[in-house]
């Protein structure tokens, strides 16, 4: 099962290594921790990051992917260094090199 581009649908989009990859390190997330999100969102340091899986070749937008659902979603807006998965609701991370530079 390829993970589909977010944007047009199309399975090249998705780089599939770097998707297996996130999805595996992203699978050892404490089983706790989402019992205790209240408790852990205290601390953004021990939040996770969305993954930068993929690059539309149809619109030259990144496709993330959410470290608590796996599911591959659009670029979100960036909350100055987190963001929202559209699909789980949870709050994760944004890793430096994809927020937004703000002037
Ligand atoms: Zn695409
Ligand atoms: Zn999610």
């Not at 959410?66 to 699909?87: G, M, N």
Request: proline share 9%; aromatic share 10%; glycine share 6%.
């Amino acid at each position: 099962m390829a993970p589909r581009c977010p944007y047009c649908g199309s399975e090249s989009c998705v780089n599939e290594a770097a998707y297996r990859l996130f999805v595996r390190a992203t699978r050892k997330l404490p089983a706790a921790w989402f019992g205790e999100r209240d408790e852990v969102d205290e601390d953004p340091m021990i939040r996770p990051s969305f993954g930068d899986v993929g690059y539309c070749e149809k619109t030259g937008k990144h496709v993330w992917a959410c470290p608590f659902c796996h599911a591959v979603i659009p670029e979100q807006e960036v909350d100055s260094y987190k963001a929202r998965c559209p699909e789980c609701g949870a709050e994760a991370n944004v890793a430096p090199s994809r927020r937004k530079i703000v002037c």
